[in-house]
Nanobody, 122 residues
Framework: QVQLVESGGGLVQAGGSLRLSCAAS????????MGWFRQAPGKERESVTA????????YYADSVKGRFTISRDNAKNTVYLQMNSLRPEDTAVYYC???????????????WGQGTQVTVSS
């Protein structure tokens, strides 16, 4: 079992930046791929970005390419999401998740955090 706790969400103006963190505990080793997902009101949960176990392979949704960066520190069992040039359409609850294999598909993730709210004002 893996427990995930996100932090770093908040309210920011358009064009601003936020950094989300996801701390893992429990069966924490570096064997899990990690991903960030988001869900806006009335919309389905969507994949934002993912990173493989080594941190050398990443995926980004087209909507965040060039603005968001995922990284991980396996020694700290933590994954980060640096979000720059934020837009109102980035407003959502952001979830961290862990998977036994590298993927950007929501259904392939086994463990989920509780989510953190990101609100971008125009």
């Amino acid at each position: 079992q893996v427990q995930l706790v996100e932090s770093g969400g908040g309210l920011v103006q358009a064009g601003g930046s936020l950094r989300l963190s996801c701390a893992a505990s429990g069966r924490t080793d570096s064997t899990y791929a990690m991903g960030w997902f988001r869900q806006a009101p009335g919309k389905e949960r969507e994949s934002v970005t993912a990173i493989n176990r080594s941190g050398l392979t990443t995926y980004y949704a087209d909507s965040v390419k060039g603005r968001f960066t995922i990284s991980r520190d396996n020694a700290k069992n933590t994954v980060y999401l640096q979000m720059n040039s934020l837009r109102p359409e980035d407003t959502a609850v952001y979830y961290c998740a862990a998977s036994g294999s590298y993927s950007w598909r929501t259904y392939e993730y086994n463990y989920w955090g509780q989510g953190t709210q990101v609100t971008v004002s125009s």
